[in-house]
Structure formats: C-alpha cells, structure tokens
C-alpha cells in the first residue's frame, strides 16, 4: 500500500510540477469545430445584464452558426441562451426602456435580413420589419417608437421569373469588391421604421452612401458619415452630415477633413458629437491610423484628441458626465482600453496588458463597462472592468480550453539590417525544452497596416502544437509603432518589411532558439505577399506557404478592389511603369526561388484573386522548384467555412513537416 500511495504521489507531483492535467493535450486542425467566437456585447439600460453573440459551428452544414445570448453582470445569473435558429441571429440592441431586445436574422426562410423583436421576460422573437435591400445597420430612437435603419438598395437585377440571372453591368470606378461581389450602380441610404403604424419613411436618395446612423439625445436629429465627392470611388473622404430625423429634411455637412471622418456618438448633452478620424489625407489613407475629434454643433468647430498619444484608436464610449471618452487603443503587440479627458486633452489607461481588447459597451447610465479580451493562451470572452481590472463574464470557451496544452508565448525585439528595432511575438510548444533548438516558422500578419498582439492566436497556436518554434513579426508597415512607422513602406513593398523578417530569423538563430537549416514561412493575404518576395530575396527558407499573395502587382490593376490605393500610392501602370515593375519582383526574378512553396487561394476573392497565387505557382511549376496550388472553392478572402479551416490547418502541418522536420 506504502508503494502504491508513493507512486501515486509522484504522479501527483510531476502533473503539479509541470502545470498540466492528465487531460490536456495538444492542438490539433480538427480544434476548428471546437472553438467558439463571442461578439458585440450590449448592456441593458438598467446596467443588469449583458447581451452578446456567440457563434459556433454547424457540423452538419459545414457552417457557423450565429446565436445570442445574455449573461448578467452580477454574476448571479447563469448565462442564457435566448435564440437557437438554424438560420443564426446577430446584432442584438436594447429597445430604451429595456424590455425588448431586437436582432437581425433571416429566419423562417426570409430572403432578406430583418428586425426581429423578443420580450426578454418571454416569448418567441416576432418580426419586426419587411426590407427588401440588404440591412447595414440600425439604431434605436431614445423614446423607443422608431428605428433608424441603413440599407442597401435592392437588387432589381435578379428579380425576375427566369433563374437565369441578367448580366452585370457596372460603370464605377471602382466596380468590385471581396463578399459584396461585383458592384452595380446600388448605394446605401437611411430609412426610419416606425414600430407602432409599421411605416417606413426614405430620409436620402442619390448615388451616395450614408451609414452609421447615430440618434440626437432628444430624438428630433441623426448623425451620419456619407463621402458626398464628385466621385466618392476614387477616395475614402467621408464626412460627418446632420439631418432632422424627418423626410424631406435637409442635410448639413459637419466635418471637412480630406481623410475619413466616421462612426458619429452624440455627447449626453447633445452639444457635441465625437467620431472616429484617420490621420492621414489622401495620399496615406491605407496608412494612416484612426484618431477620435470632436465637433462642436453650436460653431462647428472640430478639434482632435489625444493627438500625442501617435496611435491608432477604435471604439468609443462617452461618460455619464460628458467629460471624457473610454476608447480602445492598439500599442505596441497591445489593445488596452482608454480614457480620454478632453478637457486637459490626455490619455490614461483604464485597463491594459499584455492581452487584447477589442470592444467596449457601457450603457446610458454608465454604471458598467463591458469589454471583449483574449489572451495568449485564453481566446476570447467577454468581461467586465471594475477598478481597473477585468473580470470574467462568459465562459464560451471553457469546454475548449480545458482540454488544450497551448503553446507558450514571450515577446521579443529584434534589430533590422538597418537599424530598426522590431517587435515580434515567439510561440514555443507547451512542454518543449527551453534549450533546444527547434525548426522556425515565420508567420506573417496580414494588412499590412495592422499588428501581432498577444490576444488568442490560432494559427500560430496550431503550427507551435505541431513542434514548431513560430514566430510573429511586426515589420514596418504594420500598426502600434505609430504613423510613420506604419507609412514607412509607402510605394516601397518588400523592401523594409523583408528586412525586419529576415531580422526577426537573425534573432532567433542567435539566441539559440531557432535551427538555422529548418527555418520556413507564411502567411496571408499581405502575408503572402511578403512570403513572396522573402524567398525571391533570401534562400535560407526551406519551406514557404503564401495564401492570398501577388506578386505580379501589374496583373492586379483593375483584377482587385485596391484600383483608388494603387493610383493614389504607384500611380496609373502606364504611367509609372518602373515603379509597378519594380515592386513584382518576387516573378520577374522567379529563377531564384528555390523554396518549395505552397500557394493557396479562394475561388472567389476579389480582395487579392487567384490570379496572383496561380501565376507564381506557374512560374516555380516550370522552374521545376516543387510547389502546390489550393484553391478553395466558394470562398472569399477569408477562409469561413470549417472544413475548409481545418483542411489549411493540415496542409500548413504537413507542408511545413516535409521540409522542416
């Protein structure tokens, strides 16, 4: 007995030592199915309860599936699940005095979207509205009685008896774009449901676009961002518009700002409305990075926040008191929640670490704050902050991340050739030995503008729980460094990036980290385009996957839905030859590439086509340089459906294991 109580003691001890369960394993492809993405959560006017969405997928469907649900904030309640249709639900809203939440939903075989209604002391949701566009967004009225609504114009292109569909026909400019499919002469304007008579009322009309509709605290105004330009394709110069929340009223231009100003918040009083600014003109809109200003209704006088802080901010909150903005700041490989106070014009953090915050919600009482933040080793969940501290509100996540050894992750800085220093984000498998060397992914971040943080990170979980040292690397161009860290790049693509890659791979050799003969690389969308040009540049890659990449950027004019970036940015191709030349070089020195590569792709991406997968893969297939070609059918830019997921997942792995191991 003496014995057997000692070895189970050990046991005891070495599970305890190493900080795991005898039911922890590793990632594996087929973990797509089993994790969850929590959404867009909303507090209740009487500051009780959080609604939020959560979507999982539908085996059956090879789909996922959108349902909301409510938790409340005093932990008192379990959470509850209030829509469960095949047909999924999204953007739950509370009615104003609390006792109604409305959603959007297609259910009961619906061709379009609508507004559905559901008493949260009972009963099934009841639909509320009968559109015939595509629903964009909608916004409740401070009484309640009347709902603001952006929507899509019908497409009268495909109403007739005949299933054969008429052709396209555009004359834009810019004419199509990735999920929204080729663009017709249809636009986006504001509309107003009445609840009580069931009467909807057309506010706009014309060839412009109005969205985000935001309501005046007394209900009689809304606030919109339109680009009402000669040409509103050739820039992304919106405004700031005001209008009475009436037909026939007029409209009235707030802001002037050559870049974008959007996403319209009245202040409590009503005096001021605060909205999301890009900081760059024209000439840097992919670029730029997003600021908060205000306007002043009474002069329209407009002035910018917290300029200093030289960062890109989203989401924003005002407080009860209208003196200062909770926002949502991206620092460096860190999202932390903001405050504003805009009378001394500074920035604090309400909330912060090495973790991701990526939304906000407060009610108009202001007596709770919801966010959503994930974690390197913890996806996402939705929480509320209290004294500066988040706390845990959902557990979407739990069944999942009880069963999973995830990988460990560390920051870590490394110097370019020419100086620069560049942060990254090492993941390491769970049990490895810290001393040993092990073979190098280098995963790339698309955007480019956007950044590697330590929120959850699957892809880069997945390729570590397959032995891997992999690796995130925030190169110029990216996001959290400030702008003229970001507009570094600017018409000069695969030069800077590649040598803060290459750099990241120095680094990690040195430090005794990563086996300098095993070394591969990847990416999507921008990432695969600077997998691209890494092995057109460096032959110390003895694997490469490039998912939704180019490299014969010629080709791309007017096959892609960049056509305003690439005029503004390169110029017109037979214009400026040289430069458009020079940024294809990853195929016009295709002779040199001697990694095996993988190049994958979506049937249906407009964002970046198989156009610019299919032509490098041509190119290393006749060059004899092994190589692949995935096409993924029915997609769009980003992967969605499941199989498909999972399917990626076990290409990379065994791609990857081919030529690493």
């Known amino acids: 007995m003496r014995i057997i109580f000692s070895a189970l003691c050990l046991i005891a001890f070495l599970f305890t030592t190493n900080g795991q369960t005898p039911s922890k394993r590793s990632l594996v492809p087929t973990d797509v199915y089993l994790l969850k993405n929590v959404g867009d959560p909303q507090i209740s006017p009487d500051g009780k309860w959080v609604a939020y969405t959560v979507s999982s997928v539908d085996t059956a469907k090879d789909?996922?599936?959108?349902?909301?649900?409510?938790?409340?904030?005093?932990?008192?309640?379990?959470?509850?699940?209030?829509?469960?249709?095949?047909?999924?639900?999204?953007?739950?809203?509370?009615?104003?005095?609390?006792?109604?939440?409305?959603?959007?939903?297609?259910?009961?075989?619906?061709?379009?979207?609508?507004?559905?209604?559901?008493?949260?002391?009972?009963?099934?949701?009841?639909?509320?509205?009968?559109?015939?566009?595509?629903?964009?967004?909608?916004?409740?009225?401070?009484?309640?009685?009347?709902?603001?609504?952006?929507?899509?114009?019908?497409?009268?292109?495909?109403?007739?008896?005949?299933?054969?569909?008429?052709?396209?026909?555009?004359?834009?400019?810019?004419?199509?774009?990735?999920i929204g499919g080729w663009i017709e002469n249809r636009f986006t304007h504001l509309y107003i449901f009445d609840i009580g008579s069931k009467k909807t009322d057309t506010l706009t009309k014309g060839n412009f676009d109005e969205t985000s509709p935001a309501w005046s605290p007394d209900g009689k105004q809304l606030a919109f961002a339109s680009n009402r330009t000669a040409e509103p394709d050739r820039n992304d110069n919106t405004d700031i518009w005001l209008m009475n929340a009436s037909k026939g009223a007029a409209l009235k231009q707030l802001t002037t700002w050559a870049g974008g100003d959007k996403n319209p918040k009245w202040s409590p009083d009503g005096k001021i409305i605060a909205y999301s600014r890009s900081s760059s003109d024209q000439n840097f809109t992919m670029y730029g990075q997003n600021g908060i200003a205000l306007?002043?209704?009474?002069?329209?006088?407009?002035?910018?926040?917290?300029?200093?802080?030289?960062?890109?901010?989203?989401?924003?909150?005002?407080?009860?008191?209208?003196?200062?903005?909770?926002?949502?700041?991206?620092?460096?490989?860190?999202?932390?929640?903001?405050?504003?106070?805009?009378a001394a014009n500074t920035i604090t953090t309400v909330a912060g670490g090495e973790r991701?915050?990526?939304?906000?919600?407060?009610?108009?009482?202001?007596?709770?704050?919801?966010?959503?933040?994930?974690?390197?080793?913890?996806?996402?969940?939705?929480?509320?902050?209290?004294?500066?501290?988040?706390?845990?509100?959902?557990?979407?996540?739990?069944?999942?991340?009880?069963?999973?050894?995830?990988?460990?992750?560390?920051?870590?800085?490394?110097?370019?050739?020419?100086?620069?220093?560049?942060?990254?984000?090492?993941?390491?498998?769970?049990?490895?030995?810290?001393?040993?060397?092990?073979?190098?992914?280098?995963?790339?971040?698309?955007?480019?503008?956007?950044?590697?943080?330590?929120?959850?990170?699957?892809?880069?979980?997945?390729?570590?729980?397959?032995?891997?040292?992999?690796?995130?690397?925030?190169?110029?161009?990216?996001?959290?460094?400030?702008?003229?860290?970001?507009?570094?790049?600017?018409?000069?693509?695969?030069?800077?990036?590649?040598?803060?890659?290459?750099?990241?791979?120095?680094?990690?050799?040195?430090?005794?980290?990563?086996?300098?003969?095993?070394?591969?690389?990847?990416?999507?969308?921008?990432g695969g385009i600077l997998t691209n040009y890494s092995i057109a540049s460096d032959t110390r890659f003895k694997a490469a996957a490039s998912g939704a990449g180019s490299s014969l950027q010629f080709s791309m004019y007017g096959v892609d839905q960049y056509v305003t970036q690439y005029e503004t940015e390169l110029g017109q191709p037979w214009k400026n030859p040289k430069k458009w030349m020079d940024l294809s070089y990853p195929f016009f020195n295709a002779d040199k590439i001697k990694t095996p590569t993988m190049f994958m792709a979506s049937e249906k991406d407009f964002n970046v086509p198989t156009v610019g997968s299919e032509q490098m893969y041509q190119a290393l297939r006749s060059l004899g340089v092994p190589t692949q070609l995935i096409i993924y059918p029915g997609q769009f830019h980003g992967i969605s459906k499941p199989s498909y997921q999972v399917d990626r997942f076990d290409r990379y792995i065994k791609w990857f294991g081919k030529y690493l191991k």
Request: aromatic residues 8%.
């Open 356 to 526: 991701s915050f990526s939304a906000i919600a407060s009610n108009l009482n202001n007596s709770a704050l919801v966010t959503i933040m994930a974690e390197p080793q913890k996806p996402a969940e939705i929480y509320t902050i209290e004294n500066n501290q988040p706390r845990q509100l959902t557990h979407v996540q739990d069944s999942f991340i009880n069963k999973i050894q995830f990988a460990k992750v560390e920051g870590f800085e490394s110097t370019s050739k020419d100086g620069i220093k560049v942060s990254g984000i090492l993941y390491r498998p769970a049990n490895v030995d810290l001393n040993k060397k092990l073979p190098l992914i280098l995963f790339i971040h698309g955007g480019p503008v956007g950044q590697d943080d330590y929120g959850f990170d699957l892809s880069r979980q997945m390729l570590a729980a397959a032995g891997y040292a992999v690796a995130g690397v925030n190169y110029r161009g990216s996001s959290g460094r400030g702008v003229e860290f970001t507009k570094a790049i600017y018409a000069d693509w695969g030069n800077k990036e590649v040598l803060d890659i290459l750099g990241a791979a120095d680094y990690l050799v040195q430090k005794g980290i990563a086996d300098e003969n095993k070394i591969g690389i990847g990416g999507w969308s921008y």
């Open 63 to 178: 789909s996922h599936n959108t349902d909301i649900w409510m938790v409340s904030l005093d932990d008192k309640a379990a959470s509850v699940q209030l829509t469960s249709s095949g047909e999924g639900e999204s953007s739950p809203r509370w009615s104003p005095d609390g006792k109604y939440l409305s959603f959007v939903s297609a259910r009961n075989a619906q061709k379009q979207a609508q507004i559905w209604l559901m008493d949260v002391r009972g009963g099934e949701g009841k639909m509320l509205t009968n559109i015939k566009g595509d629903l964009i967004d909608y916004a409740w009225s401070p009484d309640g009685k009347k709902i603001a609504m952006s929507i899509l114009d019908q497409d009268f292109s495909d109403t007739a008896k005949t299933k054969t569909r008429l052709p396209y026909v555009m004359d834009r400019y810019h004419f199509k774009q990735d």
């Open 295 to 342: 306007v002043t209704l009474a002069d329209g006088a407009t002035r910018l926040l917290a300029a200093s802080v030289n960062r890109n901010i989203d989401e924003m909150e005002w407080s009860k008191d209208g003196k200062s903005i909770l926002c949502v700041v991206a620092d460096d490989r860190k999202d932390y929640i903001g405050k504003i106070d805009i």
